[in-house]
């Protein structure tokens, strides 16, 4: 088993009618599923957040979503309120198939502390055991798939190849959230990172 497929956040909250909608993230739904033939792993991760944490704008005192602040870990990005654990905008896009998804990661629990990235929390260097878990599988390449290229999949993917995995990023199977550019910078670093993009 060397290849694994990721699915990266999927859920209700980041498609149309979300809390924190991405541009046609629904219309990755069928593509996943279809790829998820084509790998003898699969692996999908869930943004899992309490209700109050620190990465929600509405629980700082006049901050605006969308708008940055600097936390112990670095600058954080103060989003509304999204995939509290138990909503429905948390659960899976109802279409998604996960039959096949070996292992689900739940991230973003911890409320002092943001989660993009399926490897590491947001200070860069709280494990969430995913590597472990491919390494165990004798996994050496892994496809990226899900929301959003420019934060959760983007993070991930860096981090996998600081992690020495062969990474490949199914652009159709993803869709960004577009801050401020934040998609082309977070394309650059992951070619400049070696990641494949597909
Ligand atoms: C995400 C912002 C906040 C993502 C998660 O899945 O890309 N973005 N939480
Ligand atoms: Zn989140």
Redesign the pocket.
């Known amino acids: 088993m060397t290849a694994a497929l990721l699915i990266?956040?999927v859920q209700n909250d980041?498609c149309p009618g979300g809390l924190?909608a991405v541009n046609e993230g629904d219309a990755v739904v069928p593509i996943i599923n279809r790829m998820q033939d084509d790998f003898p792993l699969v692996v999908a991760t869930q943004?899992w957040h309490p209700a109050n944490h620190s990465?929600f704008a509405a629980n700082h005192a006049g901050a605006e979503p969308f708008s940055t602040m600097e936390m112990p870990y670095g600058t954080q990005?103060l989003?509304p309120v999204?995939?509290v654990q138990g909503s429905d905008g948390a659960a899976f896009h109802p279409a998604l198939a996960l039959d096949r998804a070996a292992l689900i990661i739940r991230k973003?629990m911890d409320p002092a502390l943001?989660s993009?990235s399926a490897f590491f929390e947001n200070d860069r260097e709280t494990p969430t055991g995913l590597a472990g878990y491919l390494r165990d599988k004798g996994v050496m390449s892994l496809t990226l798939t899900?929301?959003?290229t420019?934060?959760?999949?983007g993070w991930s993917a860096l981090d996998a190849r600081r992690l020495g995995f062969d990474v490949t990023l199914a652009t159709d199977a993803c869709r960004a959230?577009d801050l401020d550019g934040s998609l082309d910078a977070a394309m650059g670093k992951m070619r400049d990172a070696g990641v494949q993009i597909l």
Do not use: M, N
């Open positions: 990266i956040d980041f924190l943004d990465s990005v989003w999204h995939c973003g943001d993009y899900g929301l959003a420019d934060f959760c999949v959230i």
